[in-house]
Nanobody, 113 residues
Framework: QVRLQESGPGLVKPSQTLSLTCSVS????????WSWIRQPPGKGLEWMGDINISGSTYYSPSLKSRTSISRDTSKNQFTLQLSSVTPEDTAVYYC???????WGQGTQVTVSS
């Protein structure tokens, strides 16, 4: 069974870099493409970016300048880094495999001093 689990700090200070890891079990991170998606409070889901089978990345145009997605095949993980965060980046962050509609449970990240 495929499982995804997000991990990372729940509180980040403004201007710092948010870093999250998605640990994948039941399949390889090289077997498909994987996404980061977030949901700010009271708002809808926002796609942030993907990393595909070959390791190529694609980002939302609105976040591209601040976002980096990478993977560690030895740990079967992929990561999200979002730089220069502001309180508007407060959200529940999800990792997912959209092709099969597998999602992690989500992790709350709050940006506050």
């Amino acid at each position: 069974q495929v499982r995804l689990q997000e991990s990372g700090p729940g509180l980040v200070k403004p201007s710092q870099t948010l870093s999250l890891t998605c640990s994948v079990s039941g399949t390889s991170v090289t077997s498909d493409y994987w996404s980061w998606i977030r949901q700010p409070p009271g708002k809808g889901l926002e796609w942030m970016g993907d990393i595909n089978i070959s390791g190529s990345t694609y980002y939302s145009p609105s976040l591209k300048s601040r976002t980096s997605i990478s993977r560690d095949t030895s740990k079967n993980q992929f990561t999200l880094q979002l730089s220069s965060v502001t309180p508007e980046d407060t959200a529940v962050y999800y990792c997912a495999r959209p092709s099969s509609d597998y999602w992690g449970q989500g992790t709350q990240v709050t940006v506050s001093s």
